[in-house]
């Protein structure tokens, strides 16, 4: 699976960024899909995640401002946020991940930036 995360960019606090994450090689919809994040000096956090069946979750920071969501017509998922605030600028990760005979199967999209200032 290949996945190519885009929609980055340079935002003011309190505007708003759509994430994409293409995925080709394989149907994103049997996958779990998540998006990460690294902000400079910190450890990578998972930010939201979507499962194959629709269930959604959230990192607490994230509750409220950012929606994840999935077109599986055109194999891609979205992390739409709002209300960005400085300290969400960092490079975020879409992964996607599936057990299949008891063995996971991990990949990681090249990661996009985000920049809040503010």
């Known amino acids: 699976v290949q996945l190519q995360a885009s929609g980055g960019g340079l935002v ?3 505007g708003s960024l759509r994430l994409s994450c293409a995925a080709s090689g394989s149907i ?6 998540n998006w990460y994040r690294r902000a400079p000096g910190k450890q990578r956090e998972l930010v939201a995640g979507i499962t194959s069946g629709g269930s ?4 607490d920071s994230a509750k409220g401002r950012f929606t994840i969501s999935r077109d599986n017509a055109k194999n891609t998922v979205y992390l739409q946020m709002n209300s960005l605030k400085p300290e969400d600028t960092a490079v975020y990760y879409c992964s996607a991940r599936r057990i299949v005979l008891g063995v996971q199967e991990d990949y990681w999209g090249q990661g996009t930036l985000v920049t809040v200032s503010s």
């Open 12 to 14: 003011q606090a309190g």
């Open 28 to 33: 994103l919809s049997l996958f779990t899909a």
């Open 56 to 59: 959604t979750n959230y990192a």
